[in-house]
């Protein structure tokens, strides 16, 4: 996955006025709690590439 691609997807995944994950509901007419899985997996990869770029030039 590239980084625009979790972009994307924190950008459509946002939360409804009713609780639930507007973007499961938009792409796949699917009732998911917000966060859904897909947000959760987009910010811990974001999480993960701002930790390896700190410690990169940590050896």
């Known amino acids: 996955m590239k ?3 979790e972009h ?3 950008a459509v995944h ?3 006025l ?3 994950c ?3 509901r ?7 709690p917000y ?3 897909q947000v959760d997996w987009a910010t811990s990869r974001q ?3 701002s930790v390896a770029r700190f410690l990169g030039g940590v050896r």
Do not use: F, K, S, Y
């Open 47 to 49: 999480a993960r590439a």
């Open 3 to 5: 980084d625009d691609q």
């Open 14 to 16: 946002v939360r409804g």
């Open 22 to 24: 507007a973007g499961c």
């Open 26 to 32: 938009a792409w796949w007419a699917r009732l998911a």
């Open 8 to 10: 994307t997807i924190l």
């Open 18 to 20: 009713d609780g639930m």
């Open 35 to 37: 966060p859904c899985w």
